[in-house]
């Protein structure tokens, strides 16, 4: 959806839902709760802005767990893509999947299947859910098309000015903490003053038998057990995933964008819907009339996410996509990731039953970070890899963990956190504030209700406006709740829908 001038317009439809819902990890009726609206259309920066503070899409519906309230708090949890480095566990099912390319066969290791799950859950599902999602807005289309754009009033611009101060205000801490930490870096990496420490110009003293030990190696390179361990020790999951060669079996996996007008994706749909089929119905148990191609359609097709390319953005542009693996010229996963403009987010994956002895969960989560990195070459923020929520309260739920360095989102500032500082605060208490600082608190949070942008009667207005042309029941608690849920920036940029 456009704007008048020109800019693309998210529009979105708020519910509120403190009603609670059956939920998809402990199994209790009634006890999952979230707030969630649907997205008619939703700029990839502004779905940026929302799972960073706690939001994350299934289809066009988006939801946030009420995270104090909610039986098995959801923490949105990131990746740093760059500064990832494969376990044991996970080289070991890069190994089997290479082996098999290129032999055609299998090795079955004693701990197989328990390198880590799929990213994604039963939980997850579109079944298991844990919201209650509808299955469309009853909005016409037309009401969604933008006549007008008004500004805000000028009564309001003293207000606006204040506003700016604050935020200005608000950067340029955030820019002295990071040249802060800069400095902090280079001094530590700074000379020592003459006469004091060691003379870094020159190199370390090394014993005799070193120096023996290296010029024997150096005459036998091929028994240097040294250069075997470390380049074993430093081998990527890029290295990993390059295609053999003389291989048994081709594997190849395309990037397709979610849309029907893409040929690609548009030739291979009846396939992929019939593998997504196949994988409910075997792996979540699914009925089949709940795994329809309608069913996946509204899943894992209907994005709200808007195409967009930027000059210094990846060269696939930002979006919705489904990332198809071909074997041999058949599908047999697909992974459908968004790509943001600061991350990769997996939202789901689905595969053919019949090659789960490849741990596809766990290689195709290994890809899209290699893929995540491969992005980054090209649009430097892009660095990270969301890998949706991670639930301490159910276990079978906590292997996201052991993809690091891992950063928890604090549902209170809504500032990241090392994992590994979160874990021992969430034995204690499955519902936590992560950040330690007690007047840390949200740097977005709604401040200026007028400010809050809606449509109504096809114009885009501030919400300061709405008030006086709407003549209905007063709505000002439902969009103070909405605004302070999304913030500021996004409650500002964003078109509430009010009838």
């Not at 295609?243 to 029907?260: C, F, G, I």
């Amino acid at each position: 959806m456009a704007s008048a001038g020109g800019g693309a317009l998210s529009i979105l439809e708020y519910f509120g839902g403190e009603d609670g819902n059956r939920c998809g990890y402990c199994k209790s009726e009634a006890s999952s709760m979230s707030h969630g609206m649907w997205a008619h259309t939703l700029t990839v920066q502004d779905y940026q802005d929302l799972i960073d503070r706690g939001w994350r899409r299934s289809g066009k519906y988006v939801y946030k767990p009420l995270m104090n309230q909610t039986c098995c708090p959801q923490y949105t949890i990131r990746l740093s893509a760059s500064n990832f480095q494969p376990t044991k566990s996970h080289k070991k099912v890069l190994k089997k999947v290479l082996k098999y390319l290129h032999d055609g066969e299998v090795s079955h290791s004693k701990d197989e299947g328990t390198s880590g799950e799929p990213m994604d859950s039963q939980a997850e599902s579109p079944v298991s859910c844990n919201v209650s999602i509808p299955d469309k807005s009853e909005i016409p289309e037309e009401e969604l098309k933008p006549l007008n754009i008004e500004q805000e009033e000028t009564v309001e611009d003293g207000e606006s000015d204040k506003q700016e101060a604050t935020r200005a205000s608000s950067l340029c801490d955030r820019q002295e903490h990071c040249i802060q930490n800069t400095e902090v870096e280079t001094h530590s990496h700074s000379n020592p003053k003459p006469g004091q420490g060691v003379d870094v110009t020159k190199p370390p003293c090394r014993k005799a038998k070193d120096i023996r030990k290296e010029r024997r190696m150096q005459k036998h390179p091929s028994t240097n057990p040294a250069c075997k361990a470390k380049g074993k020790c430093s081998k990527s999951v890029e290295e990993f995933i390059s295609p053999p060669e003389n291989a048994a079996h081709h594997l190849e996996v395309k990037l397709v964008p979610v849309s029907m007008e893409d040929p690609e994706f548009v030739s291979s749909f009846d396939r992929s819907a019939a593998l997504y089929a196949k994988y409910q119905i075997a792996i979540h148990k699914d009925l089949p009339y709940k795994c329809s191609p309608a069913e996946f359609t509204r899943f894992l097709c209907d994005s709200p996410l808007e195409l967009e390319t930027r000059p210094d953005g990846p060269a696939c542009g930002y979006g919705s996509f489904h990332q198809q693996y071909w074997l041999d010229g058949k599908i047999i996963a697909v992974g459908v990731i968004d790509i943001l403009p600061y991350c990769v987010s997996s939202v789901y994956l689905y595969y053919d039953p019949d090659y789960a002895f490849l741990s596809p969960g766990v290689y195709s989560a290994l890809r899209e970070i290699a893929f995540t990195r491969e992005l980054q070459k090209r649009a430097a923020d892009l660095r990270y890899y969301y890998m949706g929520f991670y639930i301490y309260s159910c276990p079978k739920m906590r292997y996201k963990g052991q993809y690091k360095p891992s950063d928890l989102l604090c549902p209170e500032t809504y500032l990241w956190t090392p994992i590994e500082e979160c874990l021992p605060l969430l034995e204690r208490s499955k519902y936590t504030r992560f950040n330690s600082n007690p007047k840390e608190g949200d740097k977005d949070m709604l401040t200026e209700l007028g400010r809050v942008r809606v449509l109504y009667k096809r114009t885009a207005m501030p919400f300061s406006r709405y008030k006086k042309r709407h003549k209905g029941p007063n709505d000002e608690a439902a969009v103070r709740q909405y605004a302070g849920l999304v913030g500021q920036t996004c409650a500002e940029r964003m078109l509430l829908y009010r009838s």
